[in-house]
C-alpha cells in the first residue's frame, strides 16, 4: 500500500517562504509522477505542479514563478518550494502519487498571514 506523508506546513508572513516534502514509502518512488494540489475552504481543489520521471515540471498559473517542484529519488521524497507568499496561497496542500492506482498524502496546512 502506497503511503505518503507531508511535512513542513505552517505560519509565514506574506513574502515569505516554506518548503514542503512528501516522502513516499509502499512503492517505487522513480516511477511515478509527484504532483501538488491545494485546496482552500469552500473551493475546489487546485493544481499546482507536478513533476515527472525525466525531471520535466508544469505549474499552475498562481504559482508560476513563485514555486519551484522538485525531487530526489535516493530520498524517496518529493518537494515543493514556495517562496514570495500571498495570503491567496493559504490552503491545505497534498502530495499525489499517480502510479499503482494513485494515492493522496493527508494533506498539510499552509497559512500566509498578510
Known amino acids: 500500500q502506497v503511503q505518503l506523508v507531508e511535512s513542513g506546513g505552517g505560519l509565514v508572513q506574506a513574502g515569505g517562504s516554506l518548503r514542503l516534502s512528501c516522502t513516499v514509502s509502499?512503492?517505487?518512488?522513480?516511477?511515478?509522477?509527484i504532483g501538488w494540489f491545494r485546496q482552500a475552504p469552500g473551493k475546489r481543489r487546485e493544481f499546482v505542479a507536478n513533476?515527472?520521471?525525466?525531471?520535466?515540471?508544469t505549474y499552475g498559473d498562481s504559482v508560476k514563478g513563485r514555486f519551484t517542484v522538485s525531487r530526489d529519488n535516493a530520498k524517496s521524497t518529493g518537494y515543493l518550494q514556495m517562496n514570495s507568499l500571498k495570503p491567496e496561497d493559504s490552503a491545505v496542500y497534498y502530495c499525489?502519487?499517480?502510479?499503482?492506482?494513485?494515492?493522496w498524502g493527508q494533506g498539510i496546512q499552509v497559512t500566509v498571514s498578510s
Open positions: 499525489r502519487y499517480y502510479a499503482s492506482g494513485g494515492a
Open positions: 509502499g512503492s517505487i518512488f522513480s516511477i511515478s509522477p
Open positions: 513533476i515527472y520521471m525525466d525531471d520535466r515540471t
